[in-house]
């Protein structure tokens, strides 16, 4: 990733810029303020070929300043251990918040301190961040995390016929947690993985699939979690468990799950104790319930909430939190041919609806960004603007389950900065997505990020270099979502591959391409990704869109095409939102071309903003974005010689396939439409030949 730690051009004429020692106050080995220690010596080594004194077993610090190691000192530890034998510093030092860090760099004398250990580490990363990108020079910074939540869902199953863990929806190799069924008895890549997430500020990880087997919580399995969690613990990262609801009956052998009935409570809470005996530190709890036919409450006619306090109340005395998913609908009974007004969309809102009082203060409701279903194009789900007093957790994908598995390019921070920028007006008041995520707009303690990353064993860990971006965008979003998308592609870029110009324009400009030419030629206009629906989510099939209940359907028919969501007419999805932003979804005039067809259905004829017919904006699109796709090869090829070859021909070898596969999306895509339609291509491209 980008923890390479790789000699920089000139790095010996940063040496007296840099400390000759480092001190870390109060550290226990296994703990992050050690860990800091350790990454600072092996980060300074590694950059600039410096080998620094590291005297870890310091109980109190000398602070800023001479140290008795020589000229300078890089200090790491809490505030408090740092205040504890500085009593008069801690008047100077700013507020921070938990995993917060204060960081000063003064000719060599460098002070880290974090709110707490795992602030400490943060600070550090950040340090060596700027190292590898050549900056060495004196500031202070002060860097509060936007929002405490800040996790990641592996979707990773505990067995696949026997042996090897698999990753759903995960394209970079089997489970680095799992094997046969079991915790893996290696779990050096568990622990490499913890490092690579701290160092973006992320803060736990839930390392089983959401759709949960119960026999996680067996007792040898819980042990296991217990090797997971230690195997995190030096990087301050905590683990979560997700959880299968029907877990009293199918594995505690009651006769029933009901969250109401006594004998579950009992179960639960005994459970929790048991997990909490070998994990002290754990995070909590993920639950995905009543969805695509996981079990849940609603099986027992109890409601969402039921089911989440049910959870909540057991980890309240352990300080845990439970992740409640609202991704909650049924797969089975839509039907789009009787039906003008069903809409998968709807279900979230509905489902919800009436229960924002209704939770206890420790269930964060994680929600996908959009109401369907990681789509290319979707607007941010309108239940961010309905949950006032329950907690929420935005849901991102890192994996690239509808956009291109890894296979293509497609650089996603762009597309997750227009939906936590999106303004909801609720009240009429600016209410920005990362503003209701941080607890701010609505006065809330809990909040933030989920994401699904599903790493692999590959040594790539997501199956494609520059897919890793998106993991280094997540986490520095989720800290700081005001950053920018370019601003992070050139941190990235510079620690992963070199600060050489060339390769930093050249991949800037790959990655800013990749998400608008992946969108023109999978699934433009707001009508979703085209992908095959029923099978993989993978290449072409705009026609198992529709006639299935998954509710993902585009309507079209000979003559129109797009999901009527209105309110006059439609499924009333539009209403979902506060009445500003209602108002403007509810009329084609005031829709964005680009979400027009998932608002409105219209004629293949209908003329959008930019003059075009919705068909011939189809067939433009799908050429232009597949002709961005082919530069994309080209462009690479001259980085030849200034990126090593490994990683230069693996990188290579999938733009070359992006580029062809993009072609076969551009016809695919645009034969059926032609097809349907029966409207020529007015520059004569599509049609029958
Ligand atoms: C998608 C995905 C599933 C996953 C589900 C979820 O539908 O295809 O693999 O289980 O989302 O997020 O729960």
């Known amino acids: 990733g980008w923890l390479r730690y790789a000699r920089i051009k000139g790095a010996h004429g940063y040496h007296n810029k840099l ?64 205040v504890d034998s500085n009593p008069s510093a801690a008047s100077d030092l ?53 929002a405490p939540i800040r996790w990641v869902n592996q979707w990773d199953n505990m067995q696949d016929g026997g042996t090897h863990g698999s990753v759903e929806r995960g394209y970079g190799g089997d489970s680095i947690f799992f094997w046969d069924g079991k915790v893996r008895d290696d779990l050096s890549r568990a622990g490499q993985y913890a490092r690579l997430l701290a160092s ?39 683990l979560g468990v997700a959880l ?50 996981q079990p849940g409450p609603m099986t027992y006619n109890r409601t969402l909430a039921d089911g989440a306090n049910l959870f909540a109340r057991a980890l309240q005395p352990h300080g845990g939190v439970v992740l409640f998913r609202a991704f909650v609908y049924d797969h089975t009974s839509l039907d789009e041919d009787k039906d003008w007004k ?67 390019l497609v650089y996603l921070a762009p597309m997750w900065k227009e939906i936590l920028d999106f303004d909801f007006r609720v009240d009429g008041k600016p209410s920005r997505t990362a503003d209701i995520l941080n607890g701010k707009r609505f006065n809330r303690k809990l909040g933030g990020y989920a994401g699904v990353v599903n790493v692999g064993t590959n040594t790539t860990w997501l199956g494609s270099h520059l897919a890793m971006s998106n993991l280094y965008a997540y986490g520095r979003l989720a800290w700081d979502p005001s950053s920018t998308s370019e601003g992070l592609l050139a941190e990235w870029i510079k620690m992963t591959f070199s600060d050489d110009k060339r390769v930093l324009d050249v991949i800037t400009k ?44 585009t309507r079209a028919d000979a003559d129109s095409i797009g999901m009527d969501r209105t309110v006059w007419n439609g499924t009333g999805f539009a209403g979902q939102y506060p009445p500003e932003v ?48 082919q530069t994309f090869p080209r462009l690479w090829k001259t980085l030849r010689g200034r990126i090593d070859d490994e990683r230069f021909e693996h990188v290579l070898f999938r733009l070359e396939y992006q ?4 072609l076969v999306w551009r016809d695919s895509v645009n034969q059926f439409y032609f097809n349907k339609s029966g409207i020529a291509d007015e520059k004569g491209r599509v049609g029958n030949h």
């Not at 590291?54 to 890089?74: E, M, V």
Request: no cysteine.
């Open 510 to 553: 790959l990655s800013m391409e990749s998400w608008p030419a992946y969108e023109n030629y999978s699934g433009n206009l707001g009508i979703q990704t085209l992908t095959d629906i029923l099978l993989g989510h993978y290449g072409p099939n705009p026609a198992s869109q529709d006639g299935n209940p998954w509710g993902q359907w």
């Open 244 to 293: 299968n609801f029907a877990s009293p009956r199918d594995l505690g052998g009651l006769d029933t799950f009901d969250p109401l009935d006594e004998s579950v409570i009992e179960w639960w809470h005994d459970t929790t104790d048991e997990l909490y005996k070998r994990i002290p530190d754990l995070a909590g709890y993920l639950v995905k319930a009543n969805s695509e036919g």
């Open 582 to 629: 209602a108002a403007r979804y509810e009329k084609i005039e005031t829709t964005p071309d680009n979400l027009l067809l998932w608002f409105h259905h219209v004629p293949y004829t209908h003329v959008l903003k930019s003059g075009k017919t919705v068909i011939q904006h189809f067939y433009d699109a799908h050429y232009e974005g597949s002709a961005v796709a």
């Open 94 to 146: 700013p507020e921070l918040v938990d995993d917060g860090f204060y960081l000063s760099v003064s000719r060599g004398n460098v002070l880290i301190l974090g709110q707490n250990e795992r602030g400490a580490l943060y600070g550090a990363f950040h340090y060596l961040s700027l190292l590898a990108q050549g900056n060495a020079s004196d500031f202070t910074l002060t860097s509060n995390p936007d």
């Open 342 to 408: 069903a809409d998968r969309a709807n279900a979230a809102v509905d489902y919800f609806d009436g229960l924002d009082d209704k939770f206890e203060d420790n269930v964060v409701v994680q929600i996908k960004y959009g109401p369907i279903d990681f789509q290319v194009r979707e607007p941010a789900s309108p239940l961010f603007s309905r949950l006032i007093k329950t907690a929420a957790a935005i849901e991102l994908q890192v994996t690239q389950e509808y956009l291109g598995q890894q296979a293509h």
């Open 200 to 238: 973006i500020g992320l803060n736990a990880v839930v390392a089983n699939n959401v759709n949960a087997d119960p026999k996680i919580l067996s007792p040898e399995n819980m042990d296991g979690l217990a090797r997971i969690a230690a195997a995190f613990r030096p990087y301050g990262v905590q």
């Open 659 to 662: 580029a062809g596969h993009s």
């Open 19 to 82: 400390p000759s020692a480092i001190v870390t106050l109060n550290a226990t080995e296994g703990l992050p303020v050690y860990t800091a220690g350790q990454e600072l010596h092996q980060g300074i080594e590694g950059i600039f070929g410096k080998k620094l004194e590291l005297d870890t077993g310091r109980k109190k610090g000398k602070g800023k300043g001479k140290g008795q190691h020589g000229d300078t000192t890089a200090t790491v530890g809490t505030v408090a251990a740092y």
